[in-house]
């Protein structure tokens, strides 16, 4: 299957969709114009061949994300499914893919994820989860991260725990 369609140049590079089979939608891609197709490809393709494990590991931080933000805001109502989820899983259908950006990488046989969505628990604030090399590096809050930056932990990383 094409993951990707659309690609064109725009004002800030190449962008177009990528199709994410996790959530069966098509969504907004974007990479300089200096990332090759073929790495974004491999891209693509390492985002709707994502293991069990590794998706039941984004769960487990998107959960934990979730509870820390509900935890620390318990004047605001939130959506009635996110306080009796009875699995981790549950939790991707209060999240709505938005983009992946393919950064630069650092190693061209090496895959890397860079999404943003939108999240039903955090909407001021929105949700980036990174996945390098089939690892997860980070998720937590939007803050316009680099799937290959060294110093992941010294955001509000839930990865490596809260800070």
């Known amino acids: 299957m094409e993951f990707t369609r659309n690609i064109r140049k725009s004002d800030f590079g190449m962008s177009g969709e990528v199709y994410v089979s996790l959530f069966n939608k098509y969504i907004r891609l974007e990479f300089n114009d200096n990332i ?5 490809n491999l891209c693509t393709s390492n985002l709707n061949s994502l293991s069990e494990e590794t998706v039941s590991t984004i769960c487990n931080y998107l959960l934990l994300y979730c509870k820390d933000v509900m935890s620390n805001l318990s004047e605001v109502a939130f959506p ?4 009796n989820l009875s699995s981790p899983r549950e939790i991707l259908s209060f999240i709505n893919p938005i983009s992946l950006e393919i950064d630069k990488p650092d190693n061209w046989d090496i895959p890397a994820l860079n999404l943003y969505c939108k999240c039903d628990w955090d ?9 390098n090399s089939n690892q997860v590096v980070y998720v937590g809050p939007f803050d316009g991260l680099n799937s290959w930056q060294k110093n992941l932990s010294q955001w509000n990383n839930y990865v490596v725990g809260s800070m």
């Open 80 to 83: 009635e499914g996110l306080y």
């Open 36 to 40: 090759s197709v073929d790495y974004v």
């Open 123 to 131: 909407q001021d604030n929105d949700l980036q989860i990174l996945i």
